[in-house]
């Protein structure tokens, strides 16, 4: 049972690249969402879907980019990153089966921008 | 809007020691309340959530309403405790986020 995976773990890009971070999960949750932890700021929403071809902004989407062609997956880019973007990306998933806004979470990737 | 508060950065105590990390929320309906725990360079794992009233790890937590709290406790801390910890809401009516507060460190000391 994988759960939720994230990949890269740790990556290493320069200002100005595009970057992708993906999430991907086995459970068939409906719901996905991706965070960003930061000192001092905890977790902010970066966006959320709730189905396939379905996505939101969250509290700091600015700057980013998602799609959610599958269920499972639910990829977060950073279009032209910046050193700002620096942070620890977090991709959740959720279900309301049993009627709780519960989410698991997964690995966390750790983004480091030159 | 909803909003939660976990007014303490760092928690440092003894092992054996009572532990209350605290978080106050604001929010106009009848919330979700969860507590999550990151240990060191971990995935968020959820350790209670109020509509379940268990007690995970020895670690209880209570909604207060009236004082809209959902202050976690425990009465005697280990070293194995020594984590972040993350309160969260969610609006109880169909389906909404979590609003996470901004975390508490707690310390165990031998």
């Known amino acids: 049972d994988a759960g939720i995976t994230q990949s890269p773990r740790y990556k290493i890009t320069e200002t100005g690249r595009q970057v992708t971070l993906m999430c991907h999960q086995t459970?068939?949750?409906?719901?996905m969402f991706w965070y960003r932890q930061d000192l001092g700021h905890g977790l902010r929403l970066i966006y959320y879907?709730?189905?396939?071809?379905?996505?939101d902004k969250g509290e700091v989407p600015d700057g980013y980019v998602v799609s959610r062609s599958k269920t499972e997956n639910f990829p977060l880019t950073l279009e032209s990153a910046t050193r700002s973007q620096t942070s620890v990306y977090f991709c959740?998933?959720?279900?309301?089966?049993?009627?709780?806004?519960?989410?698991?979470f997964g690995p966390g990737t750790r983004l480091t921008v030159l | 809007a909803q909003r939660v508060t976990q007014p303490e950065k760092l928690l440092s105590v003894f092992k054996g020691a009572p532990v209350e990390l605290k978080c106050n929320y604001s929010?106009?309906?009848?919330?979700?309340l969860f507590w999550y725990v990151q240990y060191s360079r971990q995935r968020l794992q959820l350790l209670l959530r109020?509509?379940s009233r268990e007690s995970i790890k020895g670690f209880t937590a209570d909604l207060n309403k009236g004082e809209t709290s959902f202050h976690l406790k425990k009465p005697f801390a280990q070293e194995e405790d020594s984590a972040m910890y993350y309160c969260?809401?969610?609006?109880?009516?169909?389906?909404?986020?979590?609003?996470f507060g901004k975390g508490t460190m707690l310390l165990v000391s031998p």
């Open positions: 959740a998933s959720s279900s309301r089966d049993r009627g709780s806004n519960e989410q698991f």
């Open positions: 459970w068939s949750h409906s719901y």
């Open positions: 879907s709730a189905a396939a071809d379905i996505t």
């Open positions: 929010y106009s309906g009848s919330p979700e």
């Open positions: 109020h509509i």
């Open positions: 969260a809401l969610s609006g109880g009516s169909g389906y909404s986020t979590l609003t």
